[in-house]
RNA sequence: GGGCGCUUGGCUCAGCGGUAGAGCAUCGCCUUCACACGGCGGGGGUCAGUGGUUCGAAUCCACUAGCGCCCACCA
C-alpha cells in the first residue's frame, strides 16, 4: 500500500496557508522530537557520516556560509530519507589567529606572556585605546568567552537556516578533544620520526612575528624596481669608477671580452640584502658567465667575497642574467643555499629589523670592514622597506648602482593573513614529512571520489608543486601547545636534542602550566629543570584531523569504527591545499587509509558585478535579515539551484522565485487535500500518464542525488511540479468535483495523493519548512524521517507503468496549451468554453486511441462545448 | 610559465550529437470556485570566433580570443 492511501491521518488544513512562521515552529518541534538525532546502534554501513567544515567563528556571518551549508544539508537529508543513520555534528573553528586578532581589537588588549596570570581581570567595556597587556592565560580566558558568544550567533542562524544538525555533537577546534587528538596524533608521528624539529629557513610574518607554511602564502602585485649593481671581481680591489655609458656596459663587455673585466652587473629587486649575499649564480651554459664559475667577486658597500657558482634553476633570461644569492630573500634563495652548500649571513630578525653586526668578525669578513661597518651602520634596526631607500643611495654615492632602478610590478609572496612581504628567517620549528609520501599522497587523491570530478586537478597541482616539509608550529599563544618539555642544561641552555614527553594518557596538556612527570614546578625554567616548548600547532595542524575529532578516535572507540572513515567531506575550493590536503596527509599517516570517500566542493558567492563579496565594498547582507526577508526556504531555493562547485551571484531574485515555489506548495497541496474523497483505483489515462511521469522523475533524481547533483533534482522537480500545477490539477479540477462522476473523481482524488506524498518528499531536503508544513497536515510523523520516494512505490499505485497513458499526458497538455494560446491571442476570458470541432490541430497528437472524443474522459478534462462560435473559427493560422 | 573552469536571448543559468530552453526582466490578456506572495499568452538568441569530424554540432576534436580561479624557482 502507498502512503498516500493510507487515510488512517485526519486531514487538517489551514484555511489561509502561509510560510510565516514556519521557521521557529518546525525548529522547536525537531529539537523536541530529536529528528536528527545520529543512531549510533546502526553499524557502519548503514551509517552517513560527515565531516562538517567548523566554520571560523571569528569572522562574520557571511551568505557565503549559507550556500554552501545548504549545499551538505541537502545531502544529508536526502541520505536520511535513504534510511541511513546520518552523522552530522557541527564544529566551531575558534582556534588560531583569527580570534586572537578579534579579540585583541574587541577587548583592546594584547597577549604578553611575560606576565602573571591575573584570576580578577576584567576587560574594559569598551576598548581603550592602547591595548592592555595581559597575560596568557587570561587572554585565552577571553578568546574562549568572545568564541562562546559567536558560536551562540552561529548556531541560531544554522537553525533557522534548517540545517539537520545533531547539536548534541558539537566540538570546537580549540575544546579538549581537539587539543587531546592533535597532541596525540603529533606525538605518534614524533614517535615514527614522522614528525621533527629542525633550524632551518622558514617562512616568516615579521608583523605576526610567527613561521607560517607554505599553504598559507599567497602571491600580491607589488611596485618594486630592478637596481642593477656591480660586483667587483676579487683581487682587484673594490671596483672602480662607474662606466661613462649612460646606457651602462653589458655583462659581455663587463666580463667576457678580457678588455674590461672589472666587475660583474647584477640585477635586484632588493638591493637592502646585499649585505646578505653569500654568492653569485648563473647557468651552467651561460657563456658570459662560464669564465667566473669558481671565482670570487666583492660585494659592493661591504666588500664581502662571494663566490660565483653555476646553478640550472639559473635563468639567463631574467636580469643580466646572473643572480645574487642572499640568506634569504626568497624561495628561490633557500633552494640554491641549501643545494650549493653556502653559508648563513642573516641580516633580518624576527621583528622584521637589520640586526647589529660587527664586520670584520668571522663570518662577515670585509676587505674594507671599516666602511662595510660605515654602510651597515645606517641599515640597522631598520625595516626592510626603509633600508631600501637608505642603500640605494649608498649605492648612488659610491657609484654601484648602474642607471637608475626601473620600476616594476612583481608578484611577491605574502602571507595570506599579513600586511607585509614574507621574510625567510632561520628559527627552531616543528615539521612533519610530507615530500617522501608525495606518491601515495597522490594515489589517494586519485582513489577519492571528487565531486565536480574536476577539482581533483587542484588537488593534484598542490601536492605535485610541493617543495618542502609542512611546518606546523607557530609563535602565537591560542591555538593547541606542543605537549613538549625541554630538560635545562646545568648551564641554563635547553637540550633540543632530548625532549621530555607526557604519556598520552595525561592528554591534553600545557607545558607552560603542567609539569612533567619526575619534575616538580619549581625547577620550572631553573638549571637541571625543564622548560616548555613555547610554540602551538598551525590551525591545519587541528584542522586536519576534524574526522578523527569528529568521529571519537582515542575517546570513544564503538563511534568511531561507525563512522570513520567517513563519507563526506563537504568544503570550498579555495581550502583544498590546506585543509583537505592535510586532512588527507593525516588520515594517510595516521590510519592508512582516506578519511572519507566522497568530497563535494562548493564554489563562492559573487555580488552581481562578477566580483567576490567584500565588507569593505559594503555590500554584505547579513544573513539573517535574508532569511527574515525570503524565508528559509527561499534562500536555500537559491543555494540549492547553483551547480556543484561552481561559483553564484548573490541574487536576491532568486530567492523570490523559491519564496514562490513554497508558497505555491501551500496553496496547491491545501487544493490537493480539499476535497480528498472519494478515492478508489486510478484508472483515468490523464491521471496514469501524470503518475507514470513522476515515477520517471524519481528515478531520475534519486540517481542525481547519489551523484551530489542536487542541483538539477531541485530543476528537474520543481519543472514537473509547475506543470503539475499549471496543467494537471487545471485539468481534473472539473473532474475531481465530480463533474464526470465519482469514478473518475476517485481517480483523480487518489492520484493527487500520490503525487502530493511523492513531491513532498523529493523537495523535503531542499524545502525543509514548507514541505514539512504540508506533511503535518495529513501524514503522521516527519518528512524528514519518511523514506525517499521510489519509482516502483508510485507505480505500485497505478499497479504498472502505463506508457500509453504518458502520450495521453503529453499531447492532452499539449492541447491545453494550443486552447490557452487561441484563447489569449483572441482575447476570451480563461473560462470561455471553445468548440472543439474549431481545433482539430490540438488534437492531432493524442493518436488513433482517442479519437472519439466524447469517449475518451481526459479530452472531457479540457472543457470543450459542443457551442460553435463563429468568432473562433479563424480564418488564418493563429500562430503565424 | 603550467593547470582547471567559463563564454547560449537584457540578466542569472540549464541543455552537451538530431529542427534553440527555463526563471527573472519586458509587453499583452485574465479579479478562474487552491493560490493576485496568482494565472495565461507573446516578443526576444546566426549557442565567443575559426577550422575539422559527422548524414547532422550549441553539443565531439583542434586552434584563437576574452573572463575567472588554482599552481609556479617572481634575481
Known sequence: MSDAFDASHPIDLP?????????????????????YRFDRSRPRAEVYSIDTPPPTVSGSLHVGHVFSYTHT??????????????????????????????????????????????????????????????????????????????????????????????????YATIDKRSQR??????????????????????????????????????????????????????????????????????????????????????????????????????????????PLFGKNVVTPLFGAEVPVKAHALADPEKGSGIAMICTFGDITDVTWW???????????????????????????????????????????????????????????QSGDLIGEPRPITHPVK??????????????????????????QLLARGRELRWHPEYMR??????????????????????????????????????????????????????????????????????????????????????????????????????????????????????????????????AQLGHGTLPWTDVAISGFITDPDRKKMSKSKGNVVTPFSLLQEHGSDGVRYWAASARPGGDAVFDPAQMKVGRRLAIKMLNA?????????????????????????????VDECTGHLEAYDYARVLERTE?????????????????????????????ANSAMLVALSTLLRLFAPFLPFVTEEVWSWWRPGSVHSSTWPTAAEVVASISGADEGALAVREATQGALAEVRRIKSLLKKPTKAVINKAVLPAAFSGLGPASRDFQAATHIRDLHFGDVTEPQLEFAEEPAA
Open 15 to 35: 484555511d489561509k496557508p502561509a510560510l510565516e512562521g514556519l521557521e521557529d515552529k518546525w525548529n522547536a518541534r525537531w529539537q523536541e522530537a530529536g529528528t
Open 73 to 170: 544539508d541537502v545531502i544529508a537529508r536526502f541520505q536520511r530519507m535513504r534510511g541511513r543513520a546520518v552523522f552530522y555534528p557541527m564544529g566551531w573553528d575558534d582556534n588560531g589567529l583569527p580570534t586572537e586578532r578579534r579579540v585583541q581589537n574587541y577587548y583592546g588588549v594584547r597577549c604578553d606572556p611575560s606576565l602573571p596570570y591575573d584570576p580578577s581581570f576584567q576587560p574594559p567595556d569598551k576598548p581603550a585605546k592602547h591595548p592592555i597587556p595581559v597575560s596568557r592565560p587570561n587572554f585565552i580566558a577571553l578568546c574562549d568567552r568572545l568564541t562562546a558568544e559567536d558560536e551562540k550567533a552561529f548556531e541560531d542562524l544554522w537553525r533557522h537556516l534548517g540545517l539537520s544538525v545533531d547539536w548534541s555533537m558539537t
Open 181 to 290: 587528538v592533535s597532541q596525540a596524533a603529533f606525538l605518534r608521528l614524533l614517535a615514527r620520526g614522522i614528525a621533527y624539529q629542525i633550524e632551518a629557513p622558514t617562512l616568516w610574518d615579521i608583523d605576526f612575528r610567527t613561521a607560517v607554511a607554505q599553504a598559507e602564502l599567497e602571491d600580491r602585485e607589488q611596485p618594486g624596481a630592478y637596481h642593477r649593481i656591480r660586483f667587483g671581481l676579487a683581487g682587484q680591489g673594490m671596483a672602480g669608477p662607474p662606466s661613462q655609458d649612460p646606457a651602462g656596459p653589458s655583462p659581455r663587455d663587463s666580463v667576457g671580452d678580457g678588455t674590461r673585466p672589472t666587475y660583474v652587473e647584477v640585477e635586484t629587486t632588493r638591493p637592502e640584502l646585499i649585505p646578505a649575499c653569500v654568492a653569485l649564480v648563473a647557468h651552467p651554459d651561460d657563456e658570459r658567465y662560464k
Open 338 to 396: 641549501r643545494e650549493l652548500s653556502l653559508p648563513v649571513r642573516a641580516v633580518i630578525q624576527p621583528t622584521g629589523a637589520f640586526r647589529p653586526i660587527t664586520w670584520g668578525q668571522p663570518g662577515w669578513e670585509s676587505t674594507d670592514p671599516a666602511r662595510a661597518q660605515n654602510a651597515y651602520d645606517q641599515l640597522a634596526t631598520l625595516q626592510p622597506s626603509k633600508a631600501r631607500a637608505v642603500i640605494v643611495e649608498q649605492l648612488r
Open 414 to 439: 605574502f602571507y595570506e593573513k599579513g600586511d607585509r612581504p614574507l621574510e625567510i628567517i632561520t628559527s627552531r620549528q616543528w615539521f612533519v614529512k610530507t615530500m617522501e609520501f608525495r606518491e
Open 457 to 586: 586537478h587542484r588537488y593534484e597541482n598542490w601536492v605535485n608543486g610541493l617543495t618542502g616539509d609542512w611546518c606546523v608550529s607557530r609563535q602565537r599563544f591560542f591555538g593547541v601547545p606542543f605537549p613538549i618539555w625541554y630538560p635545562v642544561r646545568g648551564d641554563g641552555g635547553l637540550d633540543y636534542a632530548r625532549l621530555i614527553l607526557p604519556d598520552e594518557s595525561r592528554l591534553p596538556i600545557d607545558p607552560s602550566t603542567d609539569v612533567p612527570d619526575g619534575y616538580s614546578a619549581d625547577q620550572r625554567g631553573k638549571p637541571n629543570g625543564f622548560a616548555a616548548d613555547p610554540d602551538v600547532m598551525d590551525t591545519w595542524a587541528t584542522s586536519s584531523l576534524t574526522p578523527q575529532v569528529v568521529s571519537g578516535w582515542l575517546a570513544d572507540d564503538d563511534l568511531f569504527a561507525r563512522v570513520f572513515p567517513m563519507d563526506l567531506r563537504p568544503q570550498g575550493h579555495d581550502i583544498i591545499r590546506t585543509w583537505l590536503f592535510t586532512s588527507v596527509l593525516r
Open 669 to 697: 497541496a491545501r487544493f490537493a487535500l480539499l476535497q480528498a474523497e472519494p478515492r478508489g483505483p486510478i484508472r483515468e489515462p490523464l491521471d496514469r500518464g501524470m503518475l507514470t511521469a513522476l515515477a520517471r522523475l
Open 719 to 747: 519543472t514537473f511540479f509547475w506543470a503539475f500545477c499549471d496543467d494537471y490539477l487545471e485539468l481534473v479540477k472539473g473532474r475531481r468535483y465530480g463533474d464526470f462522476g465519482s469514478e473518475g473523481a476517485a481517480s
